[in-house]
T-cell receptor, first 113, second 112 residues
Framework: DGGITQSPKYLFRKEGQNVTLSCEQN?????MYWYRQDPGQGLRLIYY???????QKGDIAEGYSVSREKKESFPLTVTSAQKNPTAFYLC????????????FGQGTRLTVV | GIQVEQSPPDLILQEGANSTLRCNFS?????LQWFHQNPWGQLINLFY???GTKQNGRLSATTVATERYSLLYISSSQTTDSGVYFC??????????????FGKGTKLSVKP
């Protein structure tokens, strides 16, 4: 089955730790995205990648980092510099960036303890 | 940047009723999608509709790009329709080809 797989589903992090969220897609899409959702809010763009080895900051990139070494994979690292990391994180992909339909993974719920 | 406003923010319906959700946006777009977020948080694609009208079963959507709004119609609502409905739009600016910008959603509750 083609789709987008995010792992883990739930993640707990101690203050001061970095954590990495996984996102893998087998849709052969060039573009991938990371969004953050806070309770009762819409989604906000963290980072996006149009193609392998290239990525751009979104609206709320501070405290996050990404890599795009393979077309299928776009991991997100939440660093200790992110002041309020507790949120629901969603990964998406589309055939190319912009103007094409985007599809989302099931999300990772990150909680700082 | 582009603004996306959804209305109403909350909607309570009796099972079997019809409803219309609205999405207004502040600039021209090259992408518009409607999503349903289920209770587990997953975003389900409903429509990719930068312009025109589409129908899928009990759901249909219309986007009037020149007037900068889109409507999602739900007919004969069922309890499984409950959840949050998001409109997201994209437009080209700078080096971006139009990443999706989300509205705050309409929370729908369908009562049996």
């Amino acid at each position: 089955d083609g789709g987008i797989t995010q792992s883990p589903k739930y993640l707990f992090r101690k203050e001061g730790q970095n954590v990495t969220l996984s996102c893998e897609q087998n849709l052969n899409h060039d573009a991938m995205y990371w969004y953050r959702q806070d309770p009762g809010q819409g989604l906000r763009l963290i980072y996006y990648s149009q193609i392998v080895n290239d990525f751009q900051k979104g609206d709320i990139a501070e405290g996050y980092s990404v890599s795009r070494e393979k077309k299928e994979s776009f991991p997100l690292t939440v660093t200790s510099a992110q002041k309020n990391p507790t949120a629901f994180y969603l990964c998406a992909s589309s055939i190319r960036e912009g103007g094409t339909e985007a599809f989302f993974g099931q999300g990772t719920r990150l909680t700082v303890v | 940047g582009i603004q996306v406003e959804q209305s109403p923010p909350d909607l309570i319906l009796q099972e079997g009723a019809n409803s219309t959700l609205r999405c207004n946006f502040s600039d021209s777009v090259n992408n518009l999608q409607w999503f349903h977020q289920n209770p587990w948080g997953q975003l389900i694609n409903l429509f990719y509709i930068p312009s025109g009208t589409k129908q899928n079963g009990r759901l249909s959507a219309t986007t009037v790009a020149t007037e900068r709004y889109s409507l999602l119609y739900i007919s004969s609502s069922q309890t499984t329709d409950s959840g949050v409905y998001f409109c997201a739009v994209g437009r080209r600016y700078g080096g971006s080809q139009g990443n999706l910008i989300f509205g705050k959603g309409t929370k729908l509750s369908v009562k049996p």
